[in-house]
T-cell receptor, first 114, second 114 residues
């Protein structure tokens, strides 16, 4: 079965703290892509990162970093020195070849408290 | 500026009424998608189209219909057969329907039933 699990429904941290959002996926495919999206209160999903199944290099972009571990089927997202503007719902997604579908996790709602 | 537009932002439907949600993109993308988002849930695929004049059902197509007469437009009609239409509807597009392509999202339409 193809599945994306974001076990953390809601997280609250104080501004400037680091926070990690977990994403665990299941797939039988050897070729797949993983994505993270941010959904601010306005509702639009904003693309953050794409990673293919053959590239396990971690990535850093400013305060954002992603840890892809194929051995544990995880693709975790860390925000360093969080800011109030980071408050949003974050979705992890898996895209695979069969049916050209993309599966989204249920999202993690992140509250950054001033 | 290239992007995806959805209109209206809010839509009210009366019982037994069909309503149409608009989605337009000027990114020259071949593939377009419609998703439904319910509170606390991830996105679920309604319909998608990889090329003009062709579209496929997603996971929850019942009660919905689409057309793809032009590359830049992919309107979604919520028919009276959809018994629980209240949700947030997101349109997305990608350069192609291939799995490595990133989907970019519009701002969404919130549909409410009167």
């Amino acid at each position: 079965a193809q599945k994306v699990t974001q076990a953390q429904t809601e997280i609250s941290v104080v501004e400037k703290e680091d926070v990690t959002l977990d994403c665990v996926y299941e797939t039988r495919d050897t070729t797949y892509y993983l994505f993270w999206y941010k959904q601010p209160p306005s509702g639009e999903l904003v693309f953050l990162i794409r990673r293919n199944s053959f590239d396990e290099q971690n990535e850093i972009s400013g305060r954002y970093s992603w840890n892809f571990q194929k051995s544990t089927s995880s693709f975790n997202f860390t925000i360093t020195a969080s800011q109030v503007v980071d408050s949003a719902v974050y979705f992890c997604a898996l895209r695979f070849i069969v049916d050209d579908k993309i599966i989204f996790g249920k999202g993690t709602r992140l509250h950054i408290l001033p | 500026d290239g992007g995806i537009t959805q209109s209206p932002k809010y839509l009210f439907r009366k019982e037994g009424q069909n309503v149409t949600l608009s989605c337009e993109q000027n990114l020259n993308h071949d593939a377009m998608y419609w998703y439904r988002q319910d509170p606390g849930q991830g996105l679920r695929l309604i319909y998608y189209s990889q090329i003009v004049n062709d579209f496929q059902k997603g996971d929850i197509a019942e009660g919905y219909s689409v057309s793809r007469e032009k590359k830049e437009s992919f309107p979604l009609t919520v028919t009276s057969a959809q018994k629980n239409p209240t949700a947030f509807y997101l349109c997305a597009s990608s350069r192609q329907g291939a799995i490595q392509e990133t989907q970019y999202f519009g701002p969404g339409t919130r549909l409410l039933v009167l």
